[in-house]
């Protein structure tokens, strides 16, 4: 399944690395601003506070830092250049995406890298307005290669602690590959127990992603219900590609706080009427289903669909170094291609906090900022 070759990390490189946030010109290689001219609305939903809750950080990666990492860790690449590799963003479906995904995450090998990485897309969610996030990573990525999950954790914790003196808060997820056999997630588990005792102010849930067809949640029944007894957050991609059935697993058998995508759940109108009634979110993720084909046309994504039938949709970007981009972009297509109105927007954003992993009283605030913006009303 996998195309890339297998690195571990070098004997010769366990310095830190310098960083190359240093150089905002190399890491930085398109401008953050378009000069795009958006309608009154979308430049309503630009400048609202706004969260994000389905990004992938190893999917944020953007094929200039991949081969910025890739020189400096000695990493060789199937692909010769940039433009080869951003030529290859073709993709037909979830595997065809994840192939190239996992190729591009093995460049990274040292904590600096997780920083860098984590930074960069910070910086991205706060030129959008995002404030705040809960971003998932995917640590047997990063195990199979010999990088240990801490040096992850604390790379990422490093550029969110710094993040969050800038106004983004965050919250981090560690999901577990569903390709892979429940055994190794336990064991990544029983491994990552210390972190989750470590970060417990970051490092709040575990998640399921990677080749969903073939894999239901029911695989990882065990592992789930080891997590729920710690008290964890438990979400669970379901419904992107995957048929109804796995949603109702992710629900009964994982128990689930939140589903990720979740979007085929419309071929079912009584899941449809479960979910509005429960308010279990959705974390929908618009270019991801396009460039993925889920959706052949973004008229036809079931977003308003299921707003309108009461199920708590947020948008979020999924992998936008590779869907075409970050969380603005995807309100952007969604709002002219599904003509949401100012109140559907104002719900889909507000549910992105309704949902959010925080305490009843950061949420308030947040909801408390969104209406500032949105209405005019002083915040509190
Ligand atoms: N689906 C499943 N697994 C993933 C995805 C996705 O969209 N992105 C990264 N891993
Ligand atoms: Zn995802």
């Given at each position: 399944?996998?195309?890339h ?8 490189q ?37 969260s ?87 640590p ?124 085929r ?9 479960r ?35 009461g199920?708590?949709?947020?948008v ?11 969380v ?8 002219d ?30 909801i ?7 209405h005019g009303k002083?915040?509190?």
């Open positions: 399944m996998r195309t070759t297998r690195h571990k990390v070098p004997e010769s366990t310095e830190p690395q310098q960083s190359i946030f240093t150089a905002p010109s190399m890491t930085d290689p398109e401008p953050l601003m378009t000069t795009t001219i958006r309608s009154p609305l979308a430049q309503k939903v630009a400048g609202a506070p706004k994000e809750l389905h990004i992938h950080i190893e999917g944020s990666l953007e094929p200039e830092l991949i081969f910025q990492l890739a020189q400096r860790n000695h990493v060789q690449l199937p692909y010769a250049s940039i433009d080869t590799l951003r030529a290859a963003y073709a993709f037909t479906d979830l595997q065809s995406f994840l192939d190239i995904y996992y190729a591009g995450a093995s460049v990274l090998l040292h904590e600096q890298d997780f920083y860098d990485m984590t930074m960069a897309y910070a910086e991205r969610a706060l030129a959008d307005n995002v404030v705040h996030t809960e971003i998932f990573f995917d047997q990525t990063h195990t199979e290669r010999g990088v240990p999950i801490a040096t992850a954790v604390a790379g990422i914790e490093r550029a969110l602690a710094e993040a969050e003196q800038r106004g983004l808060s965050s919250k981090l997820i560690l999901c577990f590959l569903r390709h892979l056999s429940e055994a190794d997630a336990l064991a990544t588990f029983e491994a990552a127990l210390p972190l989750f005792e470590q970060y417990q102010h970051r490092l709040i849930g575990v998640g399921l992603d990677s080749s969903e067809r073939g894999h239901p949640p029911s695989k990882f029944e065990r592992v789930f219900a080891k997590a729920r007894a710690l008290g964890l957050k438990l979400v669970a991609h379901a419904g992107e590609e995957g048929p109804p059935s796995y949603i109702y697993e992710a629900l009964d058998l994982l128990k689930v706080d939140r589903v990720d995508h979740g979007v759940s419309i071929e079912d109108p009584a899941l449809v009427a979910l509005a009634d429960t308010r279990v979110a959705l974390t929908v993720c618009p270019l991801s289903n396009l460039k993925l084909c889920v959706f052949d046309d973004l008229t036809k994504h079931t977003l308003k669909a299921l707003l309108d039938k199920v708590a949709v947020t979020n970007s999924d992998d936008p170094a590779y869907f075409g981009g970050y603005n972009d995807n309100y952007f297509a969604t709002l291609a599904l003509q949401l109105n100012d109140a559907e927007l104002y719900t889909i954003i507000r549910n992105g906090f309704e949902a959010s992993f925080v305490t009843p009283a950061e949420r308030a605030a947040l408390a900022r969104l209406d500032a913006h949105w002083p915040a509190h």
